[in-house]
DNA sequence: GTAGCTGCAAACGATTTGCAGTGTT
DNA sequence: AACACTGCAAATCGTTTGCAGCTAC
């Protein structure tokens, strides 16, 4: 397991000039090790099992801190809770209102599109910093996955 | 003013079996009347003016209630606070980010689009309710105006 | 050594809730 | 008259802050 991946996170924390704690090390780790967009608490919880010590506070500062770095992204749900997710680049994301879930959707037709469909249109006094489709449904069946193709 | 828009909103909540209270109708009025996509605490400093007793718990309940009945949706903001739209058709939104600014945009061209390349696309197992393209993004002067042409 | 980080507890802002009283149907 | 709706205050939830002690550099 880890110290290959800790070589990552240390020359990623490195690289914006943080300082290299355990906390950030192990709040790093947790977000890319999942594609769950889990929320601050949701990583608390799952940290402070190997980590008693650590506290909720610090979580939400590291992130806040990651987020400024651009480490990581944080994203504003339909229920208005944050969630984190730790891929910084442009993806979209689809809603599962029936589960709660988050899953990142990424096509490179799509991503085409949608680039060719603003460049021709002109925004005036208006600097485009970033742009994504949310897609929201339902799980027809909320046991099972979804397949797109 | 008042009186042939009254008549649109007492059918509105009418044709939802819901009640017609004075909190309801001016709490209706005030959204389908601004395209600024306010919180509700914005709704209510608005509305104290006139209704002094109008309290923001009611304002709150009464936008959750017009939510559930479809009148008006309800749309999370980066900040992670809740916004009140009166459009319920699908369209898309601009955030604004350094004036904090949401703004409706809605293009045939660009529904047609996603719509086209959705169908395309098979989700197995999702059903997709509702999408949309959120455009953020900072105007390069915030004392004026975006044209989008 | 010192600036920056952590943990705790308290504060905060947005939203929700319980309940007694009021209004609509 | 019955039931749904309102207003108030208190409660709750997610998140932030102040500060004293600790740690990486």
Redesign the pocket.
């Known amino acids: 397991m880890g110290s290959k991946n800790l070589d990552i996170v240390t020359k990623a924390l490195?690289e914006k000039g943080?300082?290299?704690?355990?906390?950030?090390i192990v709040v790093y780790q947790a977000i890319i090790a999942t594609d769950k967009h889990p929320?601050?608490?949701q990583i608390y919880d799952l940290l402070k099992e190997q980590?008693p010590?650590?506290?909720?506070?610090?979580v939400?500062?590291?992130l806040?801190?990651f987020v400024e770095n651009r480490l990581v992204n944080k994203v504003s749900t339909p229920q208005?809770?944050?969630r984190y997710d730790a891929r910084t680049d442009n993806h979209n994301h689809i809603y599962i209102s029936n589960t709660n879930e988050i899953l990142d959707y990424e096509d490179e037709e799509l991503k085409g599109i949608l680039m060719n469909y603003l460049e021709k249109k002109q925004f005036e006094n208006f600097n485009i910093t970033d742009f994504k489709l949310q897609i929201k449904g339902e799980k027809i069946n909320p046991k099972k996955g979804i397949n797109i193709s």
Chains 1, 2 share one sequence.
Do not use: D, F, W
Request: hydrophobic share 30%; net charge positive; glycine share 4%.
């Open positions: 490195a943080l300082k290299i704690t355990h906390q950030r929320t601050a608490e980590n010590s650590i506290s909720l506070a610090t939400y500062k590291t806040e801190t208005g809770t944050m």
